[in-house]
C-alpha cells in the first residue's frame, strides 16, 4: 500500500498551489481520502476529505470557500487545489485512506484514528 502525496513548495500569500495524492496497493474504491496538515510545534489537523461512498465532501473552517478536493479515479489520484494561501497554512501535508463507509464529515469526526494508511507529506511554505 502505498499514498504519495506531492505538489508542495513555496508560495506568497494570495497565491495557490494544488496538492496531489496518488495511491497504489489497495482497492481504490473502497477508500474515502483525507488530507491533514501539521504546523510546527501545534497538532495535526484534518483539512478536507473526498467520501468514497458518495462523494460528499469535507472542509475544515479554516480551509473552506478556499480549499477544493477532487478525485480522478481513472489516475487514482486525489487532488487538494488551494487558493488564496495564508501564512497560516503553512504546514506539512499528509493525505490518507480511510476504509469507513460514511460521509466524509463522518469520516473526519474521526480524525486520524479513522485512517488505515498514510503517505509521507509534502510541505507547503506561505510566506512573502
Known amino acids: 500500500v502505498q499514498l504519495q502525496a506531492s505538489g508542495g513548495g513555496l508560495v506568497q500569500p494570495g497565491g495557490s498551489l494544488r496538492l496531489s495524492c496518488a495511491a497504489s496497493?489497495?482497492?481504490?474504491?473502497?477508500?474515502?481520502i483525507g488530507w491533514f496538515r501539521q504546523a510546527p510545534g501545534k497538532e495535526r489537523e484534518g483539512v478536507s476529505c473526498?467520501?468514497?461512498?458518495?462523494?460528499?465532501?469535507y472542509y475544515a473552517d479554516s480551509v473552506k470557500g478556499r480549499f477544493t478536493i477532487s478525485r480522478d479515479n481513472a489516475k487514482i489520484t486525489v487532488y487538494l487545489q488551494m487558493d488564496s494561501l495564508k501564512p497560516e497554512d503553512t504546514a506539512v501535508y499528509y493525505c490518507?485512506?480511510?476504509?469507513?463507509?460514511?460521509?466524509?464529515?463522518?469520516?473526519?469526526?474521526?480524525?486520524?484514528?479513522?485512517?488505515?494508511?498514510w503517505g509521507r507529506g509534502t510541505l507547503v511554505t506561505v510566506s512573502s
Open positions: 490518507a485512506a480511510s476504509s469507513l463507509t460514511a460521509q466524509a464529515t463522518a469520516v473526519m469526526t474521526l480524525g486520524s484514528i479513522g485512517m488505515d494508511y
Open positions: 496497493g489497495f482497492t481504490w474504491d473502497d477508500y474515502s
Open positions: 473526498i467520501s468514497s461512498s458518495d462523494g460528499s465532501t
